[in-house]
């Protein structure tokens, strides 16, 4: 599979945007036969000066 395939946002963000933090109760269900992998883009508008500190952090469960 390609992106061309298709895509589908799971979750974005934006430059100037507050920090989102999701509420402990709060999932994704992702299908894996449907989306066997995931893809972070991480777009710069100009060199920084300073150390990239973005992160993200991901926890999978296999159970509901």
Request: net charge negative.
């Amino acid at each position: 599979r390609t992106c061309e395939d298709g895509e589908e946002i799971l979750f974005a963000w934006a430059k100037r945007a507050p920090p989102t933090v999701m509420p402990t109760d709060v999932t994704f269900k992702i299908d894996p036969e449907k989306t066997p992998y995931l893809v972070l883009q991480v777009h710069y508008a100009h060199k920084m000066n300073e150390v990239d500190s973005s992160a993200i952090k991901v926890e999978y469960q296999t159970e509901p």
